[in-house]
Structures are given as C-alpha cells and as structure tokens.
C-alpha cells in the first residue's frame, strides 16, 4: 500500500515517489503488453486461427496485428532507454539497444513480408515461408530478451535506484 505524507515539508518528496512508482508500474504494464500481448498471439491465437480460417488466411490477420505489436515495441524500448539512463546502468543501455536492433529487424523484414503478399487474392508466393522463416527466428531473439529483461528492470530496481531519488 503507498504511503503518501502530505505535510507540508514532505509534499515534494510524496510526489517524488508517487511518481517514480507509477512510473515503475507503467514500465511494468508496457513490459506485459509488448512480451505477453506476443506470448498470447503466438501460443494461442495464431494455432487456433490456422486451424479455424487456414494458416494464409491467419497470415493476412497477422500482417495487421504486427503493427501492433511494433508500436508497443517502440513504446517499451524507449520505457528501457529511460530507465537505463536514469539508473546509469549499461545492462539496461545494452538491452535497450539489442531491442531497437530487433525491433527495426522486426519491422525491416515485416514491410519486405508484407511486399511479398496479394491482398486481393489473398495469397502469398512459395518464397514467402523461407522469408517468414527469418522473421521468426528474429521474433524468437525478441522473446527470449524480452523474458529476461525484467530481471534486470524490476528486480534488481531495489539495488540501483533512479537519479530522481538520490538525496
């Protein structure tokens, strides 16, 4: 439970941590929807899609979703950067870039994917799953950094705390 002290002298520092913990959780819940909206998408709604609609047809539904995720990518990605500057912590520097490298990887391959599609047919090239193969395989280097990039951002949060609170 947050405990605020909102006397007079003890305002600032009140808003001070109010902010640095909602900051804290924001990051926290950027961090779920980038790692869990994946996670949920691969696991679960991809396999049922291509069973129920086909898996080009799952295919068409995902090119659009992958904005998306691009976006909550973008979002967290820089979530890390500020972290990583405020703690001066070159872990969360060298995270944050791998991220930004996957990322434009990510969206790179994504546009060259998407070129390779027919929208009125619905169809895509026999080339296409050897380029999606890549693409996967730079979505599984995501993944992996992205299950253990909490360790670093919430769990060892107690051990190097942010600028704003240094006395």
């Excluded at 994946?38 to 080009?56: D, H, Q």
């Excluded at 001066?88 to 990510?106: F, K």
Aim: charged share 15%.
């Amino acid at each position: 439970m947050l405990e605020i002290d909102l006397e007079l002298g003890n305002t600032s520092k009140s808003f001070v941590v109010l902010a640095r913990r909602s900051w804290k959780l924001f990051v926290m819940l950027a961090w779920a929807a980038w790692w869990g909206g994946l996670s949920f998408y691969a696991l679960v709604v991809v396999p049922i899609g291509s069973e129920v609609i086909g898996s080009v047809e799952q295919g068409f539904i995902t090119q659009r979703v992958t904005q998306w995720h691009n976006a909550l990518s973008v979002l967290f990605i820089v979530c890390v950067l500020i972290e990583a500057f405020h703690r001066r912590s070159r872990a969360l520097w060298l995270i944050g870039i791998t991220l930004a490298v996957i990322d434009l990887g990510l969206i790179t391959w994504h546009i060259r994917l998407t070129n390779l599609m027919d929208f009125q047919q619905q169809t895509v090239p026999g080339r296409f799953y050897e380029e999606h193969a890549v693409y996967l395989w730079i979505t599984a280097a995501e993944w992996v950094l992205g299950i253990a990039t909490p360790i670093w951002l919430f769990l060892s949060d107690n051990k190097a705390a942010p600028i704003s609170e240094h006395k």
